[in-house]
């Protein structure tokens, strides 16, 4: 008690002393002098307050330190205001039809946080920007950036995360209508996972995936509130693996500086988003849906607005984003494997094979140190090639590698199956060592495990590449990247016919080798189409309907007359595959037929070329781009 009172007393002299300064002080300086003292000693505490952010610290700290300033003329109000804690950031390209509804959406949709409004103005040219700036008016919180001309989406939410004072940055489109407590529920989200990135609502328009509610095709922007009412008891969190869809996210700013904003390699837009969400999967963050969570969106409305070609844009991008894919799938990893106790059994096994191709391997197993899922092991399976202690050592830190070694060549299908007796897991996957997988190709196949019951294989569709080599292929230049086939949905009838999943492309169980067999070790080229046939006959096939690796048509001066002797040997192994499995109807036989044609005509192409007065570099490109299905340049097709 007595300690007690001895505070209190204390604490009153120092108010009666504190009394008698201001007293003093109004008497000697007047209320303005006295005004500004008091203004001095808000701010000066405040400077070391958790309420100012960063930039308001420094503002506070430049006026303590000039004496002189007129803090009159110095809004106090809002310097003292909290910061916000989001940042909502739309870019906007015209629509006065649309926008200002979006806009108002924002404050006629109560929610709990402290948010502030970023918009940017990419150069606009209907009525929309002052349809803003008089919104503005009425909003202390909502700031307008305008450009002079567009910068692309990228650009704009660059500019807006620059001039932003969240913790969070929302970026949404300008073509969304969003509902009460929207923003409540992703910060939440955010809040309760440290290593979520990037977390988005599910809405009623955004192409495909987990954003997509398949039950609000019929919500309008008049029954958005009222839908959102109905899904928002739904509090479990859907983590996705590999992208969102910015046109309504949440993002955690201090992540997104860390991976460099958003990249600005695709123009106005388009696979910006998909870039963002790669490289945040790859540096280990998570990416997240909440079904609780729901915001209307017109779509497209932005493109519609500039008169651009949605799908041309679609398909000119697409192609850098699988470029940008493989140059992060394939660099010199960066994140050390888990440690493993002695009982770990991985999820899968990854089967290797490869003779004497050290820097493509690398490339290979650089693509599997990438990999975001990481319950997986390696079975390298060296099958004739120099040893390979020293790159065991180099990789040991990233990856379990389970080494296999013959001395000679057992051959390509014998390879496979020795890689079995290896194998710990229960699925199997396939690399070779000339090709890739992109980082999200394991964790999207392993995610369509327990969506079904009983699956015999799950595979991706696949990107093809034509790229130039030296003779040790240490050096690797891409000449041309596409489809390895065009998007199909799964049919024996169409197995029966040709192939299209290469084999780094699917997953299986290891049970289906004991129950099937193993490859076909009397097929030197095929034995993965003969066994995938197998396969089909007994159990279902399902597919990720995106490029997930890459199979690699290579061409350099090592070229020699043996690419000739490999399209003989696929005719000879064509004819067996048709030969054990026959046509079942007329529709298969007349296809079988009519491929036959087209892969005799392909070698009499690769014949013609070998015959023309060129050099090996020139052949050997002329044939792998034939061979590969890549088209030719212009002055090359005559």
């Known amino acids: 008690m007595g300690s007690t009172r001895f505070s209190s007393n204390a604490l009153l002299y120092r108010y009666q002393q504190t009394w008698q300064r201001a007293v003093q002080v109004w008497r000697d300086e007047g209320g303005g002098g006295f005004g500004k003292r008091l203004g001095r000693r808000l701010l000066s ?3 070391s307050s958790s309420l100012a952010n960063p930039e308001r610290q420094y503002e506070i700290e430049v006026v303590l330190k000039n004496p002189s300033i007129d803090l009159s003329k110095i809004d106090l109000q809002s310097r003292l205001a909290p910061a916000p804690l989001v940042s909502i950031i739309v870019p906007v390209y015209n629509g006065i039809s649309f926008v200002p509804r979006c806009l108002e959406s924002y404050y006629q949709s109560p929610v709990g946080v402290r948010f502030e409004l970023i ?12 349809a803003m700036r008089s919104l503005a008016e009425t909003h202390p919180n909502l700031k307008i950036i305008a450009n002079p001309t567009n910068l692309g989406f990228a650009e704009a939410i660059n500019q807006g995360a620059a001039a932003a004072h969240g913790e969070f940055l929302a970026v949404c489109n300008s073509d969304i209508i969003v509902t009460p407590g929207w923003l409540d529920r992703l910060v939440f989200a955010m809040r309760s996972d440290p290593a979520l990135a990037v977390a988005s609502p599910v809405t009623n328009y955004v192409g495909e995936g987990p954003q997509l509610d398949q039950q609000a095709g019929s919500v309008t922007p008049e029954t958005a509130n009222q839908y959102a009412q109905k899904v928002s008891g739904q509090s479990a969190l859907l983590t996705v693996p590999d992208r969102l869809v910015f046109f309504c996210v949440l993002i955690r700013r201090s992540h997104f500086e860390l991976l460099g904003g958003i990249t600005d390699a695709f123009g106005l837009g388009n696979f910006e988003d998909d870039d963002f969400c790669l490289r945040a999967r790859m540096a280990g963050f998570s990416l ?16 519609q607005e500039q008169k651009i070609d949605h799908v041309q844009w679609m398909v000119k991008n697409e ?5 940008r894919t493989a140059e992060f799938s394939t660099q010199i990893p960066y994140r050390h494997k888990s440690p ?10 990854v ?34 090639g120099a040893s390979l202690k020293d790159l065991l050592l180099e990789y040991a ?22 890689g079995f007796k290896h194998v710990q897991a229960s699925w199997v996957g396939y690399l070779d060592d000339d090709d890739i997988l992109y980082p999200t190709h394991l964790d999207l196949l392993t995610a369509e495990i327990p969506k079904h019951p009983d699956p015999g294989l799950i595979y991706s569709d696949a990107n093809k590449v034509l790229c130039w080599s030296e ?107 048709y030969e054990i499995y026959s046509a079942k109807n007329d529709e298969i036989a007349t296809k079988r037929r009519d491929t036959m044609i087209a892969v005799a005509r392909q070698m009499e192409d690769v014949q013609r070329i070998m015959e023309l007065r060129l050099t090996k570099l020139q052949r050997s490109f002329l044939i792998a781009a034939r061979l590969g299905g890549f088209p030719l340049p212009e002055d090359m097709r005559s």
């Open 397 to 418: 830190p990233y990856l379990d590698i389970n080494y296999v070694h013959f001395p000679e060549s057992i051959g390509r299908s014998a390879a496979l199956n020795a």
């Open 340 to 349: 493993r106790s002695l009982a770990w059994k991985p999820m899968i096994s």
């Open 288 to 303: 997240a849906v909440l079904p609780g969570c729901f915001v209307f969106h017109y779509g497209s409305k932005t493109f």
């Open 45 to 47: 505490s405040l400077s």
């Open 319 to 323: 192609k850098i984003y699988y470029g």
């Open 471 to 577: 003779d040790q292929q240490q050096e690797l230049v891409i000449i041309d990247r596409m489809r390895f086939a065009p998007p199909k949905q799964f049919s024996l009838d169409e197995l029966l016919v040709d192939n299209w999943m290469p084999i780094m492309s699917y997953i299986h169980p290891l049970r289906l080798v004991e129950e099937i067999g193993g490859y076909n070790e009397s097929f030197s080229i095929f034995e993965d189409w003969e066994f995938l046939i197998r396969i089909a006959g007994k159990y279902p096939f399902y597919n990720v309907p995106r490029p997930t690796c890459e199979y690699r048509f290579r061409f350099g001066d090592q070229f020699d007359d043996s690419t000739l002797q490999q399209r003989e040997n696929a005719l000879k192994y064509r004819s067996a595959v």
């Open 351 to 384: 089967i290797v094979r490869t003779k004497d191709r050290p820097y493509a391997l690398r490339r290979a197993l650089n693509s599997l140190a990438n990999q975001t899922f990481r319950d997986f092991e390696i079975v390298l399976v060296n099958d004739g």
């Open 119 to 130: 918009v940017v103005d990419n150069g606009s040219t209907d009525d929309v920007l002052p």
